[in-house]
């Protein structure tokens, strides 16, 4: 089995900064992308960054020049630095991995459970 966890989230003023955290853990092979979505109360899960295990990033425009994703790959961990928050930045954020659990075995897909961010006005 594989387990990703979150961590880091919490409450901060508008502006400020906090920096999330995914680590996969459990009968793992290698791991190709990883990657952060966020899901506001009411809305849709929306992508906010992914990164390859040869670490090429891309960003929807919303987390442009404010977040950065980045890894570590002997950890097995996504960071996700987030900078200038907003209020509307406010959801859960969910850790992404296609992991594969043997040589011979296809990627599949894992979610975390989740960090909830709240930015204050």
């Known amino acids: 089995q594989v387990q990703l966890v979150e961590s880091g989230g919490g409450l901060v003023q508008a502006g400020g900064s906090l920096r999330l955290s995914c680590a996969a853990s459990?009968?793992?092979?290698?791991?190709?992308?990883m990657a952060w979505y966020r899901q506001a109360p009411g809305k849709e899960r929306e992508l906010v960054a992914t990164i390859t295990n040869g670490g090429i990033t891309n960003y929807a425009d919303s987390a442009k020049g404010r977040f950065t994703i980045s890894r570590d790959n002997a950890k097995n961990t996504v960071y996700l630095q987030m900078n200038s928050l907003k209020p509307e930045d406010t959801a859960v954020y969910l850790c992404?991995?296609?992991?594969?659990?043997?040589?011979?075995?296809?990627?599949?897909?894992?979610w975390g459970k989740g960090a909830l961010v709240t930015v204050s006005s």
């Open positions: 459990g009968s793992i092979f290698s791991i190709n992308a």
């Open positions: 992404y991995a296609e992991v594969k659990r043997a040589y011979f075995s296809p990627y599949m897909e894992y």
